[in-house]
């Protein structure tokens, strides 16, 4: 998928309004200036930008419920932003955002303030496991960890309605053939838009 591409992606899915655009826009605008100070995205991917990280992000609320008011998102390991800012940005999800690295967070929560957008993004500067208990509706994590410790870790937030969201790249169904055949019935792979080889695990608790 080209830049082109993912931007006429973004407009005809996600039906993106003039004011969404500019936040999109101030969004990457600040994290490329951040990456002077911080490695927040490699330098490979920030020429390929909203193939790489926008589109790969915003793909998956094509698999989210579709209505996202009142409902919580919640992001596990945000780092730069992706999914968790890309999310709050396009729909209507109140997304909490765990990140424990400390300069990710103040990234993280000045992007946050400059967008105008802190009452649908709260970020959790915290490891997962000091995060007090509450359900979600949704549950992402991009760069996490492993399958099996991500499910044992985050699986206290997640309910009988809640739909987890994890691309797992190339190694998608290998991990998800590591999990215990319980585990493996509450997952299936969809293809990722960005990557014909890389996979995201769509599951329902």
Known sequence: MT????????QNYCDVSRETWD??????????????????ISKASADHIWARHVVD????????PAKGSGKIWLDLGTGAGFPGMIIA????YHVEMVESRNRRIAFLES?????GIANKAKIWGARLEQVSTHPVDV???RAFAPLQKLLSLSHR?????????LPKGKNAVKELKGLSPKRQKMFHVEQSLTDPDAGILVGLD
């Open 3 to 10: 830049e082109d591409e993912a931007r006429i992606w973004l």
């Open 23 to 40: 936040q999109l826009d101030a969004f990457l605008a600040y994290l490329s200036e951040e990456m002077q100070h911080q490695n927040l």
């Open 57 to 64: 992000s915003a793909q998956l609320l094509s698999h989210a």
């Open 89 to 92: 940005i396009l729909s209507d």
């Open 111 to 115: 992007a946050v303030s400059k967008l």
């Open 139 to 141: 549950i992402s994590a």
């Open 157 to 165: 937030f997640s309910t009988e309605k809640t739909v987890w969201l």
